[in-house]
């Protein structure tokens, strides 16, 4: 949620006859997240589960009416980090059931979604399918999710000298393998076979064949 922006408490029931003239959308106007944040004392503690990992939180949680983005009640969620290190987060949900901390642990988890699906998009086809009728689209996406999902798998059952990080210039601090880097060591694996199998001694000196191989699996 933005943090300027304009809230409004839900409107209460109505009761008695129905008045002449046009209903009210909106009730009294709210101080922006980032000045409601300023006058919270009433933190709440909770424990979040962030990206796999446990975090402590101060909380405070309130139903609003962000009347320009949505005619329905939001549960907001103002995230603050006891520490001070961190500045705070603003979340909303739709979905009013749901406590604090599994708003801000859904959030949190975005980041690993969105970086799947561009991943089945940009490395293995799911944004251009060849089929465009009647199922056809879902199942090319499932077929994609399912291929992101089977490349990891195969990549983590490797022992532990194959999970090799590719560091490029302008991210030298990469300390983690990305999804290119397990579909290249995969690519590796299979070609690596598949060509031995064709060529045999013919394929002359084995240094040849690795630089081939690393050019083209992060090429391909």
């Not at 549960?75 to 290190?85: A, E, F, Q, Y």
């Not at 499932?142 to 194959?162: D, E, F, H, I, R």
């Not at 490029?168 to 060591?185: C, I, Q, R, V």
């Amino acid at each position: 949620m933005r943090r300027d922006a304009k809230l409004y408490e839900p409107l209460p029931p109505r009761r008695g006859p129905r008045k002449r003239g046009r209903p009210r959308t909106k009730g009294r106007r709210l101080p922006t997240p980032q000045q409601m944040a300023r006058h919270v004392r009433s933190w709440t503690t909770v424990t979040t589960l962030e990206r796999g990992h446990v975090r402590q939180r101060l909380v405070y949680a309130r139903v609003v009416l962000w009347y320009r983005v949505s005619k329905s009640p939001v549960l907001l969620v103002i995230s603050r980090d006891p520490t001070g290190h961190e500045r705070d987060d603003f979340f909303f949900s739709t979905d009013l059931s749901l406590t604090p901390a599994q708003v801000i642990g859904g959030f949190a988890g975005r980041w690993s979604i969105e970086d799947t699906f561009k991943n089945t998009k940009q490395f293995l086809g799911s944004q251009e399918p060849q089929t465009w009728k009647g199922q056809g689209p879902e199942r090319a996406a499932m077929l994609g999710l399912w291929l992101s999902s089977t490349v990891w798998l195969w990549y983590l059952n490797q022992k532990a000298q194959c999970h090799r990080v590719n560091v490029l210039p302008w991210y030298p601090s990469k300390a983690h393998p990305s999804f290119a880097d397990a579909l290249a060591t995969l690519r590796r694996h299979l070609w690596r076979q598949r060509i031995i199998s064709m060529f045999g001694e013919r394929l002359g000196h084995g240094k040849n064949l690795n630089v081939l191989l690393e050019a083209l699996a992060r090429a391909a």
